[in-house]
């Protein structure tokens, strides 16, 4: 079971059509799965690059 490192949220937005009709939509956050150090670690993909480098 990977734990979470991420202090980000869900992103609310709106679709809007040709018509400026706009209904809601979720833009969810990109989480990939690292294994840093031995221990896996689910956060996105931004955190990931800075986690990488800061292991080096």
Do not use: C, D, P, W
């Not at 079971?1 to 709106?14: E, I, P, Q, W």
């Not at 679709?15 to 990109?30: D, F, G, I, P």
């Amino acid at each position: 079971m990977a734990n979470k490192l991420t202090a980000k949220t869900k992103n609310f937005a709106n679709n809007k059509s040709h018509a400026n009709n706009k209904t809601k939509r979720v833009q969810n956050l990109n989480y990939q799965k690292v294994n840093i150090n031995g221990v896996t670690i689910k956060t996105t993909t931004r955190e990931a690059r800075t986690l990488k480098k800061a292991s080096k």
